[in-house]
Nanobody, 124 residues
Framework: QVQLVESGGGLAQAGDSLRLSCAAS????????MVWFRQAPGKERGFVAG????????DYADFVKGRFTISRDNAKNTLYLQMNSLKPEDTGVYYC?????????????????WGQGTQVTVSS
């Protein structure tokens, strides 16, 4: 099974950029569809972006379209989330997750493998 470790979170000001990484260990990273979720204080974990394993098609939540970009480097077993034009409402813990399905799901319950999360805090 795959193990996931996020990094790259931290403090930012509105308008800044951050790049999150999710390093995967274990076999066959390329066989997993990968996603990012985030959880703000007092809120449920919500879908942010995903990239599938089959053709690298991507999907984004409406509130990040045009600002965030998800990508993967299968040679490095790493998933990325480039976050530009950050807003205070982007604050939360960001989690990467994996599924061996060839399609993306927006529900957290569809994902078996999770990282521990990385905190992103955006001040105004």
């Amino acid at each position: 099974q795959v193990q996931l470790v996020e990094s790259g979170g931290g403090l930012a000001q509105a308008g800044d950029s951050l790049r999150l990484s999710c390093a995967a260990s274990g076999p066959s990273f390329s066989t997993y569809s990968m996603v990012w979720f985030r959880q703000a204080p007092g809120k449920e974990r919500g879908f942010v972006a995903g990239i599938n394993r089959r053709d690298r098609a991507t999907d984004y939540a409406d509130f990040v379209k045009g600002r965030f970009t998800i990508s993967r480097d299968n040679a490095k077993n790493t998933l990325y989330l480039q976050m530009n034009s950050l807003k205070p409402e982007d604050t939360g813990v960001y989690y990467c997750a994996a599924t061996q399905a060839a399609v993306l799901f927006t529900s957290p319950s569809a994902y078996r493998y999770w990282g521990q999360g990385t905190q992103v805090t955006v001040s105004s």
